[in-house]
């Protein structure tokens, strides 16, 4: 488990958890997730914890010489790759990064990571576990414990 220390001066804080995006599915709403990041980028005491089913990776395991292709069309490193540029605004905002069910069984049985591959891309691996970080934030003077 990590934990993660952050402090915010002021004495309001919003902490924002984003999960479940399926990154890879047509039904992927940009306009609404870009909408959700103009938003946190507008403030100053946000900061974010990603929830896990970030991306919604295909396993196939009949194709062993091509990368899947997911349901939007993308190969899975063209869909971190987008992941990337929608998540790089943001990345100094986010305080802790966790593997969702999807992301958990694609690394078990295909033995990639685009969860990790995402996070090492940011810089974000001090934040990152698969199952657990705790966040123990601190706003003003009240110190909240997030798991």
Request: charged residues 25%; aromatic residues 8%.
């Amino acid at each position: 488990m990590q934990i993660v220390e952050r402090t915010i001066k002021d004495n309001k804080a919003h902490l924002i958890p984003i999960g479940d995006t399926h990154l890879g599915l047509k039904e992927f709403r940009d306009d609404k997730f870009l909408s959700y990041r103009e938003w946190i980028l507008k403030r100053e005491n946000v900061v974010v914890y990603l929830l896990g089913d970030i991306f919604e990776t295909p396993i196939n395991r009949a194709i062993t010489c091509d990368e899947p292709i997911a349901p939007n069309g993308m190969t899975v490193s063209e869909t971190v790759a987008y992941a990337y540029e929608l998540f790089a605004p943001i990345r100094d905002r986010i305080v802790a990064v966790v593997m969702g069910n999807h992301e958990l069984r694609s690394a078990r049985l295909s033995g990639g990571d685009a969860l990790g591959t995402l996070v090492m891309k940011l810089g974000l691996e001090d934040v990152y576990d698969a199952e657990q970080v705790l966040v123990q934030l601190k706003v003003g003077k009240i110190k909240y414990s997030i798991v």
